[in-house]
């Protein structure tokens, strides 16, 4: 990405902590300190960065214009590596009439930027609003501004590349630089707000009103990622390429694999520090059961973490380990919530044509970064600076503030890629435990977690075990559907490993917080209405049989968090319905679906799969490798169901499976998505070829894998992937509204593909395999029994 | 103890002072600064750290400084020129055909194994100028992309052995060709 940014690498430490002049932000702070008029273009004060977050209803919050006749975005949103800050670039370009190479964002900081949180990817959606509104406003301060200037009226004035002319008058014009350039806006307006993720009418009627969309030149086109060129050239910067003056490198010291959540927290019982006199210039840094080692060469911290003889309190055996999990959901004591229950499925289901009953299986699941979390902090007597990966700055500097010490003002996070992370990765466990370490030796440190660390301590995307029951009619209209889930309690629960080993608990509030809960009665990690009322049934029950916690793993948001592993369940139970009623399965959809934009989904994809209308498994083969094909749909639940903030998402998918040695391959991967207004449909694209892959190996290959006392999972053999070699060919298929809200395009494809993959099983085999990932052992099990047939419980 | 190393490193002549049995990784992301090369997993079961010693692909995750004495070593940042010399090309291309076309499919996301998945596939198109698709599958199949940019960078590697066919430079293409992959 072309942020201004690189300069902050080689400044000198003190220098990095006091500096003004880095990032040229166009407030008006002192203007308004010291009560002088509030006048747009007035020169701008050269700020040393403040403290954040600032005011949301200010212009200057958002967007600076420069002398070059350039602006700057000072959003809050991050690039995960999914395309989203050029997408914000394409909207301020947009609605200010500049060029996109006019507009720069720059590095994600709680001392520069905008609060925001780039999750459930709505970096495009909530971001890209927020981004809209503030450039729609500054467009109106500027043509105001020119109006005076030109004095001509706004009306009929035109703009281009931020020169502002009046008609095509070019003698008559100004440019952006001369009317505002690096001046303030000192314009207030009410920036949208958000409740849950759904947009909130704004009170204000005087606000700024966006281009319109007909009128769009750059938005909804397909403007390369200029990231894309410095990763390719091995240009761009990295956390884990941050370096200050005087840093040393650090590793943390770690039982091998995380036990029971909440029951085996890791203990010191002794450190025997002779173990590491070999290695010269390493320090131990402890703090409480918080330990790690300090060294100037990176290579001694490393053997030094791996030879650093630590005595751990045993974990107790707490765990139900993977293959005892379900069984262990099913005898928990519960605390149930009813999410839906509407009409009388008991009733219904008496009466149904064909009634099917059965029960899924999900399994934890890891984020698995392609580079372990890395975070490097500068921690003074009285200030800190963190620069790591953190999805959502402003809550990690909450978490990290009570560790050090500090009020929160005193601590400044700045965000830096570090590879995927597809939510709660150990992100805020490396800024914790960096800030921890600087703060004790009094010098930066650059904290790189090891591949175990991050695959052994990762906050997993939680398991869920699901009884579904549902029925048709004769005519294959369905009838009644109840669905029992057993989730997790806890909205959001991410328990902060760092916290709990300095501080001897959770933090209340921040992110890993026990204070931090998720929207909706049954937070994020449960089952909603939202994930299923895309089919219209009279009789409908959803039920959470919420287990406690402790007992069990730490886990977090994973990208479509639980959404895999429902409409894995739904879709299958969709399909045995469909099969039941002797229906295709895409006419069985069509039957029980009116929604447009899900028909249209469902339409793309089995339009590009050239989709011909069979009943599922009607043409099951003797040979050794069969081949077969399955449709899913697939979106992102909502605290609120059908707000305006749905993607909708379908996907065919072709497999073939070897019935000898039980290995299943995703040939080809049709993907449709409409997510509303795609800003760049060539991003979108690029995410529904990453979703097909990572849904095809959340369904053929990721289990954490644990014992009864800690997880076993650790690196990239015990924890499988999906390889180059088994990877699907992908078709993208984007569904343009160019009228409509935009919504997240980074999550919906994946679950629609993992149920795809359950259907496409059943049509290649006859056989229902209703526990994934799909290995070769669950399948030559499956394929050498007969309880699997559809309307018998596996 | 410090031993001193006298490296090759995009052909240039290097001495560092590094720990007997340091892995390559920790002196040329941190003795000589360079950006490519990047740790994964220190297991040399990922990829992220490749880079060419004498053409082949190595994990230098995993291989002691020691290993590469005596040798080349080309990292993401030595491969256009690397690749001009093997291929007898004047001037050097600013991009090896590989990388052109990675733009020119939008392929990374992330891009965090992208210094792996070039170099690999780089070595691959040196030994076997065209390669099937098979082959394509065989040869990558040690390099992980979480992100699932799988398919781009098949289609990556086809499009630059296309190029490198057609005279060792990969055609300039609009972002638009690159939809269906």
């Not at chain 1, 009560?35 to 700020?47: D, K, S």
């Amino acid at each position: 990405m072309s942020e201004r940014n690189d300069d902050r690498l080689v400044l000198g430490r003190r220098d990095f902590l006091k500096t003004t002049g880095v990032v040229v932000v166009a407030f008006s702070i002192a203007a308004k300190v010291r009560g002088q008029a509030r006048v747009a273009g007035a020169p701008a004060v050269q700020r040393r960065p403040v403290s954040g977050p600032p005011d949301p209803n200010e212009v200057d919050s958002y967007i600076a214009i420069h002398a070059d006749n350039t602006a700057t975005i000072y959003s809050g949103y991050v690039e995960l590596g999914q395309g989203g800050p050029t997408a914000l670039r394409q909207i301020a370009a947009e609605e200010l009439d500049l060029d996109f190479e006019q507009v720069k964002t720059v590095t994600v900081d709680t001392h520069v930027s905008t609060d925001g949180s780039t999750l459930a990817g709505w970096g495009g959606a909530i971001g890209g609003t927020k981004t809209r509104a503030a450039a729609a406003e500054a467009r109106r301060v500027l043509l105001e501004l020119a109006s005076q200037r030109l004095d001509a009226a706004v009306s009929e004035l035109t703009v281009a590349n931020g020169v502002v002319s009046v008609g095509r008058d070019t003698r008559r014009s100004v440019t952006y630089a001369d009317l505002v350039g690096d001046g303030s806006f000192n314009r207030k307006f009410e920036q949208v707000s958000y409740n849950g993720g759904i947009e909130l009418p704004r009170k204000n009627p005087d606000n700024a009103i966006p281009k319109r969309r007909d009128d769009y030149r750059l938005v909804g086109t397909r403007v390369p990622r200029p990231d894309i060129s410095e990763k390719v050239r091995g240009t761009y910067r990295y956390v884990q390429h941050v370096r200050l003056p005087g840093m040393l490198h650090g590793r943390v010291v770690l039982p091998r694999g995380q036990g029971a959540h909440a029951i085996s927290h890791p203990t010191i019982v002794a450190i025997d520090e002779s173990s590491i006199k070999d290695i010269p210039g390493v320090r131990i840094v402890r703090r409480k059961n918080l330990v790690g080692v300090v060294a100037e060469r990176e290579w001694d911290a490393v053997r030094a973490a791996r030879q650093l003889k630590v005595s751990w309190a045993p974990f107790a055996a707490a765990l139900p380990g993977h293959e005892g999990l379900f069984d262990s959901f099913r005898s928990a004591k519960t605390n149930d919530l009813i999410d839906t229950d509407t009409g009388d499925v008991d009733a219904a289901l008496g009466r149904a044509a064909h009634v099917i009953s059965s029960t899924y299986r999900g399994p934890y699941q890891s984020h698995g970064t392609m580079a372990p979390n890395c975070a490097v902090a500068d921690v003074t007597t009285d200030a800190a600076l963190i620069m790591c990966s953190s999805q959502a700055i402003f809550l990690t500097r909450i978490g990290v503030a009570p560790l050090l010490g500090f009020p929160v003002e005193k601590v400044r996070v700045q965000y830096y890629a570090g590879s995927n992370t597809f939510g709660a990765s150990c992100y805020t466990e490396v800024a914790n435990a960096a800030a921890v370490m600087s703060q004790e030796v009094g010098r930066p440190v650059r904290l790189q977690l090891s591949r175990e660390d991050e695959l052994g301590w990762d906050n997993y995307g939680p398991a869920l075990l699901s009884d579904l029951r549902a029925g048709v009619d004769a005519n294959g209209k369905i009838v009644a559907l109840e669905y029992r889930a057993w989730v997790h309690e806890g909205g959001f629960f991410i328990a902060d490993t760092v916290s709990q080993l300095v501080l001897g608990s959770p933090p209340a509030a921040g992110f890993g917080g026990a204070g931090v809960a998720g929207p909706g009665g049954g937070g994020l990690l449960s089952v909603h209405l939202s994930q299923m009322d895309m089919y219209e049934v009279p009789n409908r029950r959803i039920v959470n049989h919420r287990v406690a916690g402790a007992g069990y793993l730490k886990t977090g948001p994973l990208r479509a968090p639980m959404d895999p592993s429902t409409f894995f369940a739904l879709e299958g139970v969709m399909d045995d319905l469909a099969h039941a009623a002797k229906l295709d399965p895409y006419e069985f959809r069509k039957r029980n679906i009116s929604h447009t934009r899900w028909l249209g989904v469902l339409k793309a994809a089995t339009d590009a799969a050239k989709w011909t209308p069979r009943i599922a498994a009607s043409k099951v083969s003797s040979d050794k490798v069969v081949t077969g094909r399955g449709i899913g749909l697939g979106t992102h639940h909502l605290p609120q169901n059908q707000g305006s903030r749905v993607t909708y998402a379908a996907a065919v998918v072709d497999i073939e499976v070897n019935k000898d040695t039980g290995v299943v391959v995703a040939k080809h991967v049709y993907g449709a998505m409409d997510c509303g207004l795609a800003i760049n449909p060539a991003v979108v694209e690029s995410q529904i070829v990453g979703m097909s892959v990572h849904g095809t190996s959340l369904a053929l290959r990721e289990e954490v894998q644990f014992n009864e006392t800690n997880v076993t999972s650790i690196d990239w053999s015990s924890y499988q992937t999906l390889r180059f070699g088994d990877h699907p060919a992908v078709t993208p298929i984007v569904v343009q509204h160019l009228h409509e809200p935009s919504s997240g395009a980074g999550e919906e494809v994946l679950p629609a593909v993992v149920a795809a993959i359950g259907n496409a099983f059943f049509d290649a085999t006859g056989v229902r395999l209703r526990q994934y990932p799909l290995t070769p052992s669950r399948v030559l099990a499956a394929l050498g029994s007969t309880a699997n047939v559809p309307g018998r419980p596996a | 103890m410090a031993d001193e190393f006298k490296l090759e490193v995009n052909a240039e002549a290097r001495t560092v002072a590094a720990a007997a049995n340091t892995p390559l990784l920790y002196v040329l992301m941190n003795d000589l600064g360079l950006l490519g090369p990047r740790f994964g997993c220190g297991l040399g079961q990922c990829g992220a750290c490749s880079v060419l010693v004498d053409g082949v692909e190595m994990r230098s995750c995993i291989t002691p400084t020691s290993a590469v004495v005596g040798k080349s070593v080309t990292t993401l940042e030595g491969l256009p020129a690397y690749y001009a010399t093997r291929m007898k090309i004047s001037p050097a291309p600013e991009l090896h055909p590989l990388q052109e076309a990675m733009i020119a499919e939008q392929a990374a996301q992330c891009g965090y194994c992208y210094n792996g998945q070039i170099i690999k596939g780089a070595e691959l198109l040196f030994r076997t100028p065209k390669p099937s698709e098979a082959e394509i599958r065989s040869a990558m199949n040690g390099h992980i992309c979480r992100c699932g940019t799988y398919p781009r960078i098949m289609a990556a590697i086809q499009r630059a052995a296309q190029a490198i066919a057609a005279n060792g430079t990969a055609a300039s293409s609009e972002t638009e060709q690159a939809v269906n992959v």
